[in-house]
């Protein structure tokens, strides 16, 4: 077990241009999150999957955001037109889950974006 | 609606002293609780959870926490902190029963002195 993968760590890219972080989640987690965070606050919740179903979107996911999970285990997230806004560490986490289980997260250690 | 309020965004405090970092929530359900830990430039490692049972939870590097439902409370403490504890924590409550999606706290960065 090797934890979770985020790819890359750093990005940085020009705005308006299309970028896309890839997570790897732990082998037999079946739930899968995206969290973003910016410069002295906590991570913010994004979206998240229960296998390759994508179960929850937050509101702060615009239409540039889509996220995938096409076989319930690796996950995408990209970002079209990226703008300055975007600009924050994205955080991957996987956990088991279902109905009323929680077991807290495992998380990446995160793709750093930087948006010039 | 779940929310998650950290009292002070930076504690300082000497090396074996007692370290003391505040949660309190607010929740419409029986709520899980989480405690992390971020160092600079890491993901978020688990200190501690509570879900059910015991209210007082000990976690990784002597850390634990106590839930009290009457004070909508769960305050992280460790009785001697150590250099290597300067690093980010947040409070964290899972938004309800079925989704696993947690809402954090905006963080309460630990300086240890000398």
């Known amino acids: 077990d090797t934890g979770v993968s985020q790819d890359p760590r750093h990005k940085i890219t020009k705005r308006g241009q299309n970028v896309t972080f890839r997570c790897d989640p732990i082998s037999e987690h079946n739930r899968l999150y995206w969290y973003r965070q910016t410069l002295g606050q906590g991570p913010e919740f994004l979206t998240y999957?229960?296998?390759?179903?994508?179960?929850?979107k937050s509101r702060l996911l615009s239409d540039r955001f889509s996220a995938e999970r096409p076989k319930g285990s690796f996950s995408t997230l990209e970002i079209q037109r990226t703008e300055q806004g975007d600009s924050a560490m994205y955080l991957c986490?996987?956990?088991?889950?279902?109905?009323?289980?929680?077991?807290?997260?495992?998380f990446g250690s995160g793709t750093r974006l930087t948006v010039v | 609606a779940q929310s998650v309020t950290q009292l002070g965004s930076h504690v300082s405090v000497s090396e074996g002293a007692l370290v003391l970092l505040r949660c309190n929530y607010s929740?419409?359900?029986?709520?899980?609780l989480f405690w992390y830990v971020q160092y600079p430039n890491q993901g978020l490692q688990l200190l501690l959870k509570y879900t059910t049972g015991a209210t007082l939870v000990k976690g990784i590097n002597g850390f634990e926490a106590e839930f009290k439902k009457s004070e909508t409370s769960f305050h992280l403490t460790k009785p001697s902190a150590h250099m290597s504890d300067a690093a980010e924590y947040f409070c964290a409550v899972s938004a309800g029963s079925n989704t696993g999606k947690l809402i954090f706290g905006q963080g309460t960065t630990l300086q240890v002195k000398p």
């Open positions: 986490a996987s956990s088991l889950g279902g109905g009323q289980s929680n077991y807290g997260y495992t």
């Open positions: 929740s419409s359900v029986p709520p899980y």
């Open positions: 999957f229960q296998n390759e179903a994508q179960l929850e």
